[in-house]
């Protein structure tokens, strides 16, 4: 497995808000995360990603004990994240958005290379590489914090809630970048309160409940699942 979660616990002060959490994400594999608003998606990859403290289990990618790494050393082994509310640096252009994405990478000859994939995957970012961040709608926000982590060159990109506060038809943009990430081989781990976008994009998926996996299965699996298709669904 690309990333196994093994036993993994979390706390804000003196409430558990992760309680044994294990899951994994294969080579070239979307998996997302579904569940209610605080049920702890977000502490979850924000544990991975050594934003948050664990308080036990176990983290490893590509067989490697994370537990002892910060931040940026995980980033630098290819964990990039794409937060929820976009978080773009809005007095920054697009272009230079883009290339705080890359701050960290050696490989200066192949930016260049990387900022041509992004701008043919979401060609209004070309459209809009001197515009200020923060003047474009929700959804070009969207486009470039997805673009920005790509720009990372991630073995695993994590998007937390990308569909947030979109309109319909911007999703659907998102869903056919995801798609064209996916089948690139590009490994994805998604957090979703919206669980029928998750699950269209999704191989696998897990059902977290006040910090617990409750289900998890193939995204065909939980989707036929009646208490997923009660509570997250909607029939």
Not at 107 to 133: H, S, T
Not at 144 to 168: H, K, N, Q, T, Y
Request: aromatic fraction near 6%.
């Amino acid at each position: 497995m690309l990333l196994e979660l093994n036993g993994l616990s979390a706390h804000f002060g003196k409430k558990q808000v992760l309680h044994q959490m294990s899951l994994s994400v294969g080579e070239g594999e979307v998996v997302a995360l579904i569940g209610p608003n605080a049920a702890g998606k977000s502490t979850t990859m924000r544990c991975i990603l050594g934003l948050k403290a664990t308080s036990a289990g176990s983290i490893a990618f590509h067989g490697r004990c994370m537990d002892a790494l910060g931040t940026p050393k995980r980033v630098r082994e290819g964990l990039v994240l794409v937060p929820e509310g976009r978080q773009v640096f809005t007095e920054f252009s697009v272009l230079d958005n883009l290339l705080m994405g890359a701050y960290h990478r050696p490989d200066r000859g192949r930016i260049d290379g990387d900022l041509a994939k992004v701008f043919g995957l979401f060609p209004r970012l070309a459209e809009r590489r001197a515009q200020k961040a923060g003047s474009m709608s929700g959804g070009e926000q969207q486009m470039l914090a997805i673009a920005r982590g790509l720009m990372s060159r991630p073995r695993l990109l994590f998007m937390d809630e990308p569909s947030l506060g979109l309109a319909p038809i911007v999703m659907e943009e998102i869903a056919s970048a995801i798609r064209h990430l996916a089948a690139g081989g590009l490994s994805i781990l998604l957090a979703e309160q919206n669980a029928s976008f998750a699950l269209r994009m999704a191989d696998r998926a897990y059902v977290i409940e006040s910090g617990s996996v409750v289900l998890s299965g193939t995204a065909q699996e939980l989707s036929d699942e009646p208490r997923v298709r009660h509570n997250y669904l909607g029939y």
